[in-house]
């Protein structure tokens, strides 16, 4: 029998139906023939773009767009305790409606609809021969002098149905609840919801924008010995602890090295946490009238808060409840087994036997600014060139409005000029009062020593000249007994007087008063191409000749792979 004619069938249902006899949709799962009351099918599908629910129970394949609605889908075989196979060009979804909560039920093949006399059916056996569980079925039908048996289910006990009718536990697919729907959807279409959505896998999930504080770029995390599978380990952020959890494992994925995954800080309860994902999407707003309840049977545990059908339902974004995923208790632990996370992270801001840096390279050397003395870190945009500036000066770059000097650490240390390539990075620091960008080949880490290992710089190294044009070393870090050196500079000293006053004549680090600065972490967007500053002549040469303008040249670093770091810090 076509689909058509069941569904022709299944209209004709709709009237008087003989109390005598039943009308089954029969459907095979392997090896079995099955039957349910057509009055509980509402239609018959071919499978449909199914969306996979992490964490629901095994039998459940996931979640389905039906004209608008959210359909649960489950597989029939895995339900029923039987082997899984893929889907071949005769498998079907029946769409099952049990008390007010629509599910689709994915079969190997529908056959027919057939008319059974009610007296023909017999109690079920207590197990079949192909391993089904009696409990899931009300009957068993012998035909053709019992050659042909038909299995009917009871669909309530397949489904899990609960005996209360849930009002949001289930798609509603007819036309009264449409028409309540599209009333909602009026009323509701000027509300909107703001999430950020990122992917995991193959699908894509979203956080409320309320509990994410940033997005980070993964770098060297320090792993918890001992510690659940889930658990990556510990950064530190801003002299913060910060635990990071996979959300690949936790939603019961397989591993994968993605090469481009982030980090999502977000903050449930008063706690700070980091999940790693995959790829961040973007931020979104989202009106409420597609925003739906997920389904009871769908949901899993409780890390599920709803689902929200963009594109006509083509695209569905499954939105987590972050305190029924993250396990509050189980983070504390992270930290300190005898102390929560608020205690520990004030406990990491940092004591006098504690210190924390920013370390960078300079050729094969490595470098160090205290963590205190950096604000941010960008990538190397647009540089303008200014005439007869220091040779230590590299030019200046517009950093979200405010013309910042950019100095050439290496010219500065006299070492061999090096082209800016995927790794450069601008270190932003205060100088004088003025926000001023420190070039450098590589930023390394974010790093965490006890001041013990840090020894004063040998008094030789400072000495090198009669001026204080070399007092810029403050430390020698030792790090692992001293088999890895960090030089540690201080930004105060890492110009002389005279270089400093120099600096200070330059028409830079002025707030436009277009743009302002939101002082809260955020990821850094590239910088916006530099703009020609107004060069000021110093007032004891007022009367010389007219400056020429400055020439804009523009360096050309190759286009960066998105893999570094770059953020914004406070103190």
Known sequence: M?????????????????????????????????GVDINTVREIVRVPEITYIPRAPDYVRGIANLRGNVLPVIDGRLRLFLPEVQSTERTRVLILDIKGTT??????????????????????????????????????????????????????????IENTRSEKAGARVDAGQSEKSGKKSEKDELMELQFVSFVVGDEEYAFDI?????????????????????????????????????????LGLHETDAEDQRVLVVEVEGMTVGLLVDKVNEVLRVPVSVIDDTPKLAAGGQELRSVAQLEDGKRLILILNERGLIDLDEVSTIVDNKEDLNAAEKRSEGTAEERQLVTFFLGDEEYGFEITQVQEINRLGDVTR????????????NLRGQVVPLINLRQRFNLEEKKPDDRTRIIIVELSGHRTGII?????????????????????????????????????????????????????KLLSTQETRALERMPAGKQNKAT????????????????????????????????????????????????????????
Request: charge should be negative; hydrophobic fraction near 40%; aromatic fraction near 2%.
């Open 2 to 34: 076509t689909q058509s004619q069941i569904a022709q069938e299944t209209i004709s249902s709709s009237g008087k139906q003989n109390v005598d006899e039943q009308q089954l949709v029969c459907f095979r799962l392997a090896d079995e023939e099955f």
């Open 440 to 492: 450098v080949d590589q930023v390394n880490e974010v790093l965490r020593l006890l001041a013990k290992d840090i020894e004063p710089a040998p008094s030789i190294v400072n000495s090198s000249y009669d001026d204080d044009s070399s007092d810029f070393m403050s430390g020698v870090c030792k790090v692992n007994n001293g088999e890895r050196m960090i030089l540690l500079m201080d930004t105060v």
């Open 210 to 250: 309320g509990v994410v504080k940033e997005i980070l770029r993964l770098t060297e995390i320090t792993a918890v010995p001992n510690s659940p599978a889930h658990v990556r380990g510990l950064l530190t952020v801003r002299s913060i602890l910060l635990p990071i959890l996979d959300l690949r494992t936790m």
């Open 103 to 160: 599910t689709g039920m994915v079969v190997d093949a529908v056959n027919e609809v057939k008319r059974i006399a009610t007296k023909d059916i017999e109690l079920p056996p207590a197990v079949t021969q192909g391993g089904v569980d009696s409990s899931f079925l009300s009957g068993v039908v012998k035909l053709d002098g019992g050659k042909r048996l038909i299995l009917t289910i009871r669909p309530e006990e397949v489904l899990n």
């Open 386 to 397: 200014l005439p007869k500036a220091p040779s230590f000066v590299a030019g200046v770059t």
């Open 516 to 571: 302002k600065v939101a002082p809260k972490p955020e990821v850094q967007e590239k910088a916006q191409q530099a703009k020609v500053p107004e060069v000021k002549k110093p007032e004891a040469k007022a009367a010389e000749t007219k400056t020429a303008e400055p020439k804009a040249v523009k360096s050309e670093p190759p286009v960066p792979e998105d893999d570094g770091l770059e953020m914004i810090i406070e103190e």
